[in-house]
T-cell receptor, first 114, second 113 residues
Framework: DADVTQTPRNRITKTGKRIMLECSQT?????MYWYRQDPGLGLRLIYY???????NKGEISDGYSVSRQAQAKFSLSLESAIPNQTALYFC?????????????FGPGTRLTVL | AQSVTQLDSHVSVSEGTPVLLRCNYS??????LFWYVQHPNKGLQLLLK??????LVKGINGFEAEFKKSETSFHLTKPSAHMSDAAEYFC???????????FGKGTLLTVNP
C-alpha cells in the first residue's frame, strides 16, 4: 500500500461548488503539506501543518482552507471553487531533519473547475 | 530568499546516450538540494538529495548530481538513458526554514528509441 494516499484522484466540479480533497499517510510523519502544480510553474505551497494543532499558510493560500483531523489526515477545501483553481494538487509529508526535511508526495488529485 | 532555475524546459536524448539536466540555485543560506522525478500521472519521487556532505550525490536508477558552490549549480546526470527515464524532473532547493521547498519549473526529458 502507498504511504501517502489522496482521494479523489480526479474530480470535475462547477464554479461555486465546495470541494474537499483528502490526504492520508501511514509514514508516521508529523509534518504535512498541500501543494498545487500548474503547467510550467512547478509546485507551489498552499498550506502546511507541523502537528494537529499547528496550521500555517503557504505562498498561495487565498481561496483555500485546511483541516488536520489527526496526525495521519490533512484535508484541503475549496470553499467556492473557481476555474483558475483547476490544477494538480499534491499532498506531502515529512519528518523534521537535522538539515532539511525530505518530503514524500502522494499521487496527486487532478481537479477541474468548469 | 531562495530560487531555482532549471535551464532547459525540454531535453531530448536517444536511448543509451548521456543525460544532463541543468539546475542553478540561489540561496541566502547553505542550501539543501533535491531532484524529484514525476512520471506521467504519478506523484513526485525523490531521486537524490544533497545536504552538505559529499558534493557528488548518487541517487536511484543510476542518476547522480554534483553540487558546485562556486557555480551555484546542481546538475543531474546519467551515463546512459533508458526509455523508462522519460519523465519530468524537478530541481528543488531548501534553505533557512528546513521545511520550505522552492521548486524549479521542471525539465521534461524525452528519450527516443
Amino acid at each position: 500500500d502507498a504511504d501517502v494516499t489522496q482521494t479523489p484522484r480526479n474530480r470535475i466540479t462547477k464554479t461555486g461548488k465546495r470541494i474537499m480533497l483528502e490526504c492520508s499517510q501511514t509514514k508516521g510523519h508529523d509534518r504535512m503539506y498541500w501543494y498545487r502544480q500548474d503547467p510550467g510553474l512547478g509546485l507551489r505551497l498552499i498550506y502546511y501543518s507541523f502537528d494537529v494543532k499547528d496550521i500555517n499558510k503557504g505562498e498561495i493560500s487565498d481561496g483555500y482552507s485546511v483541516s488536520r483531523q489527526a496526525q495521519a489526515k490533512f484535508s484541503l477545501s475549496l470553499e467556492s471553487a473557481i476555474p483558475n483553481q483547476t490544477a494538480l494538487y499534491f499532498c506531502a509529508t515529512s519528518d523534521p531533519g537535522l538539515v532539511a526535511d525530505t518530503q514524500y508526495f502522494g499521487p496527486g488529485t487532478r481537479l477541474t473547475v468548469l | 530568499a531562495q530560487s531555482v532555475t532549471q535551464l532547459d524546459s525540454h531535453v531530448s536524448v536517444s536511448e543509451g546516450t548521456p543525460v544532463l539536466l541543468r539546475c542553478n540555485y540561489s540561496s541566502s543560506y547553505s542550501p539543501s538540494l533535491f531532484w524529484y522525478v514525476q512520471h506521467p500521472n504519478k506523484g513526485l519521487q525523490l531521486l537524490l538529495k544533497y545536504t552538505s556532505a559529499a558534493t557528488l550525490v548518487k541517487g536511484i536508477n543510476g542518476f547522480e548530481a554534483e553540487f558546485k558552490k562556486s557555480e551555484t549549480s546542481f546538475h543531474l546526470t546519467k551515463p546512459s538513458a533508458h526509455m523508462s527515464d522519460a519523465a519530468e524532473y524537478f530541481c528543488v532547493v531548501s534553505g533557512g526554514s528546513n521545511y520550505k521547498l522552492t521548486f524549479g519549473k521542471g525539465t521534461l526529458l524525452t528519450v527516443n528509441p
